[in-house]
């Protein structure tokens, strides 16, 4: 907020300086200030120091604040003679948007200045971050012979204390971030140092060592999973800057095959067959990169139910790898396309695929015999060969209790219950997959929850509970609403089966009502509820997908900057966030309210905060 003009009495200066700090900026500045100097006050002997400050820097927050975190080395005074030199825009009447950006720039330029070339560096280093780092990743990534390690933990928090770099404590271990301003600035500097694409490579030399813990199918999956998502701004810009470099796509590739599970998991399916095929087209026409890149982006294709295209890729992968020579791509692919089979009911199609890629995986790759073993224990229970199922199960459980992973276990676990209660063993079957629910929430599998919990819905109804099957049928229907996707079509059939039977045995008013429970239920709670506790007692607000109130206050900014026609980038300038944070909270908005395009949101947002009202901030 700018500071109006005050004048300072001589026979006042008291009265002034309380009237003063009651201005935002200048309470900005103090709180700002005794962050680094517990005792600063505004009396009369600082006012008019003050006064003038504020009004130099226009009220920007982040220039107050930059100025603030240098008093603690500089008087008032000082402050105000070095800024003279640098706002030379100041001083006329002009008070437009361009002047304000004028005087954040050499605010800025002005803190860069004051700080020491080590500084300077890990500023500039800093900036190939993209959101929040902690301690370890900003080590790790800028440290070197001109940098050492011990010295970019001092600097860090050397920067924490000017203002430069924020740290958040309310995370464990805490968090660092750059503002987009001071980022941008920073990657300019880094450009002028001729240090941009070496920081770059080790920024994606990084993720590509999270990537790769968190696909080696081991019991870090969870917690690697978890961490990826943390990172999640920085695993989107490592995958662009192997987008723009050509020489850099079969790193890109390399991230992505390890990370094709966490996508599964967490999404979003379609950014991550986006970025494929850009990688894709950046690659030789018969090179080996090409070739994971074809088959990851088809295992993505599968979970989105579209089937042409995953066929397409997968012959082509499979074609390149056995061109050069590799095993692996050779392997996946037959994998999936027994997975296609299996899902297009072609059972004898896909018995012969998943046997050929398990006599070629089992001496190589323990997490390709994990993956052709689970889809030979669903092929089994779609044949209703039981017995099959129970022992190809349990050879794959113990599989996967010895390499610690969750994520196959899941539906392992899923397969056993229903064939155990095919069997008349329905205790167990409940049991089994009670501790399925438990595995895929571990991994926030919200796609997997949504399949399990049907499986204890078919469960409940043929026990005559058609209660408890609708509400827990609502269950599911808010997990795949959450991550915008179908029912999976192998288990539509057994989707649209329970349904009609709660249907049937409750009325339709009923059946309605259970359901609509279900669906007003959070993520935890419906897992609690499909885990055999009982159903929440507080009151549970009706969920209306049209209603404002179902997003966030600066969700519903986004989406009215949607409709007046902003771009991610400039939606992100308008802000000053990153383009990757506007991307996810559009990518939340859309997963909200069901839709799947930003026409959609611009509709709402129009309806509901006609362009032009939605307040700011």
């Known amino acids: 907020m700018r500071v109006p003009s005050l004048a300072l009495p001589d026979n006042r200066g008291l009265m002034a300086a309380e009237r003063l700090v009651s201005f935002e900026g200048v309470a900005l500045l103090v709180e700002r200030a005794m962050a680094v100097m517990p005792d600063f006050r505004v009396d009369q002997t600082n006012a008019a120091d003050v006064l003038r400050l504020c009004q130099r820097l226009d009220g920007i927050p982040l220039a107050l604040e930059l100025a603030a975190g240098r008093l603690e080395g500089l008087s008032l005074a000082r402050l105000n003679q070095g800024l003279d030199a640098e706002l030379t825009v100041l ?45 370890e990743a900003g080590v790790h990534v800028c440290s070197d012979a001109a940098l050492p390690s011990d010295r970019v933990i001092a600097l860090l928090a050397a920067l924490v204390e000017k203002s430069i770099v924020k740290r958040d404590p309310n995370v464990h271990p805490p968090r660092y971030e750059l503002l987009e301003t001071l980022r941008q600035y920073g990657r300019q500097k880094l450009r002028e140092m001729g240090d941009e694409i070496e920081l770059q490579r080790r920024h994606r030399d990084w993720i590509l060592e999270l990537a790769a813990a968190a696909g080696a199918w081991d019991h870090r ?60 087209e950046r690659t030789g026409g018969d090179s080996r990169a090409r070739g994971e890149a074809l088959w990851v982006g088809a295992s993505l294709a599968v ?13 082509e992968s499979l074609r390149i790898g056995r061109l050069v020579g590799s095993l692996e791509i050779v392997t996946w692919s037959i994998v999936y396309l027994g997975v296609i089979a299996w899902a297009q009911g072609k059972l004898e199609e896909a018995g012969a695929h998943l046997e050929a890629a398990l006599e070629l995986a089992r001496p190589t790759s323990r997490a390709i015999v994990l993956a052709a073993l689970n889809m030979q224990v669903s092929l089994a229970l779609s044949r209703g060969q039981l017995d099959r199922v129970v022992d190809l199960g349990e050879e794959a459980m113990t599989l996967s209790r010895e390499t610690g992973e969750l994520w196959v276990r899941g539906w392992l676990l899923n397969s056993l219950s229903q064939a155990h209660w095919q069997q008349g063993e329905s205790h167990l079957a409940e049991e089994l997959a009670r501790e399925a629910v438990a595995t895929k929430h571990a991994l926030h599998d919200e796609v997997g929850l949504a399949i399990l919990v049907e499986s204890l819905a078919m469960m409940a109804v043929e026990r005559g509970a058609a209660e408890r099957a609708a509400i827990l049928l609502g269950c599911a229907e808010h997990l795949r609403e959450s991550v915008v996707t179908p029912v999976f079509g192998p288990y539509q059939a057994q989707h649209e089966t329970s349904v009609s039977s709660a249907r049937q045995q409750l009325g339709d008013a009923a059946y309605r009502s259970a359901f609509e429970r279900g669906k007003t ?8 509820y499909a885990r055999g506790q009982k159903e929440p ?11 404002p109130t179902l997003l966030t206050r600066r969700e519903q900014e986004i989406a009215t900057l949607v409709a007046e026609g902003l771009s991610n980038k400039q939606i992100a300038a308008k802000l000053v966030v990153s383009e990757r ?25 129009t309806a509901h905060h006609p362009v032009g009202a939605m307040p700011r901030g």
């Open 521 to 528: 239920m959070t993520v935890d709670e419906g897992v609690a």
């Open 221 to 280: 999956q969870a917690r690697m999973f978890d961490r990826i998502y943390l990172e999640r701004d920085n695993l989107w810009a490592a995958l662009d800057f192997c987008v723009r470099r050509p020489k850099e796509a079969g790193h890109g590739i390399e991230i992505c095959r390890n990370l094709y599970i966490y996508w599964f998991v967490r999404g979003p399916l379609s950014d991550g067959r986006r970025v494929l095929a850009s990688l894709c």
């Open 91 to 135: 001083g006329g009447t002009n008070r437009g948007a361009e002047a304000r950006q004028r005087t954040l720039d050499a605010t800025i330029g002005w803190s860069y200045g004051l700080l020491d070339e080590e500084e300077r560096r890990l500023w500039a280093r800093l900036s190939v971050f993209a959101g929040s780092f902690d301690e």
């Open 537 to 547: 007692t507080k009151p549970l607000p009706a969920r209306d997908a049209k209603s």
């Open 303 to 315: 979970v989105q139910n579209d089937v042409d295209a995953a066929a397409q890729m997968l012959n």
């Open 581 to 605: 944070t506007a991307e996810y909270h559009i990518l939340n908005i859309l997963n909200k309210l069901g839709f799947n395009s930003r026409t959609q949101i611009a509709s709402w947002a």
